[in-house]
């Protein structure tokens, strides 16, 4: 899968990948999409909850960019943190080296830059496949698999569903995994998406979600939060 970097409106980078004619994020500002879909709508609602260790899957580990904001943001928020990241087409190292979000995130987070470029770094040398501490707040576990194949052995209460757009991965958003990973989800737990579409929340709620549509990031009108009561 070829990828090339691009800028995104709010002058982090994203990746764009030419045989499916998609973006890794929102054109509109990845980072604010990030920030806004999984941090504020996921992470910071399952803090709101009194959770204070946290168990996530990310379905689409890519570039790392939700780890990396995860990580910043257990620290802040003082509570801990086990990232499975699930993903089937790792990224090169040149492509990773060329990604800016570590300054970024340094400023956003009030770090220095080379703090935060440090666990960038270990969040993409750790191994695959083995429970790795980053921090004291923030365990990762990268597994080098499809949702369609990877058996998931342990419960988790935030689901990132980070994948590419039912345009052009529909299988990706069907009931069939939807349901894998509903039996994965702990009771209370929920799913956080950037795609608002019928569709898509019409499987959520026949797995069982219920599902409410929130307001999206800057420029994408909604999104979608799927709560497992
Ligand atoms: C929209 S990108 C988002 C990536 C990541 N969350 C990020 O912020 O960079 C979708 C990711 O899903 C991965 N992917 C594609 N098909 C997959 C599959 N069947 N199972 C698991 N991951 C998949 C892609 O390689 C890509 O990294």
């Not at 899957?57 to 257990?74: D, H, K, P, R, S």
């Not at 058996?151 to 939807?178: N, S």
Request: proline content about 3%.
């Amino acid at each position: 899968m070829k990828r090339t970097l691009i800028t995104t409106a709010d002058g982090s980078h994203s990746l764009y990948v030419k045989d499916l004619d998609e973006h890794y994020h929102s054109i509109h500002g990845a980072i604010q999409e990030a920030l806004h879909v999984f941090i504020k709508s996921g992470l910071q609602y399952m803090h709101n909850k009194n959770y204070q260790e946290i168990n996530i899957l990310e379905i689409g580990f890519g570039t790392g960019l939700n780890a990396l904001l995860t990580c910043l943001e257990a620290e802040k928020l003082n509570i801990k943190i086990n990232y499975t990241g699930l993903e089937a087409f790792p990224l090169e190292d040149n492509l990773l080296k060329e990604l800016n979000y570590a300054e970024w995130i340094a400023n956003l987070f009030h770090h220095e830059k080379k703090n935060v470029k440090k666990i960038f770094e270990q969040l993409h040398s750790s191994e695959w496949q083995k429970d790795v501490t980053i921090s004291e707040h923030f365990k990762l576990n990268k597994i080098n698999n499809t949702l369609q194949d990877v058996q998931l052995t342990k419960a988790f209460d935030l689901i990132y569903f980070d994948a590419f757009g039912p345009r052009v991965q529909p299988d990706m958003w069907e009931d069939e995994l939807f349901s894998k990973i509903f039996s994965a989800t702990t009771t209370n737990g929920c799913l956080v998406t950037y795609c608002a579409k019928g569709e898509v929340k019409r499987s959520l709620k026949r797995i069982g979600f219920k599902v409410e549509t929130l307001p999206g990031p800057p420029r994408k009108r909604e999104m979608v939060r799927g709560i497992k009561e």
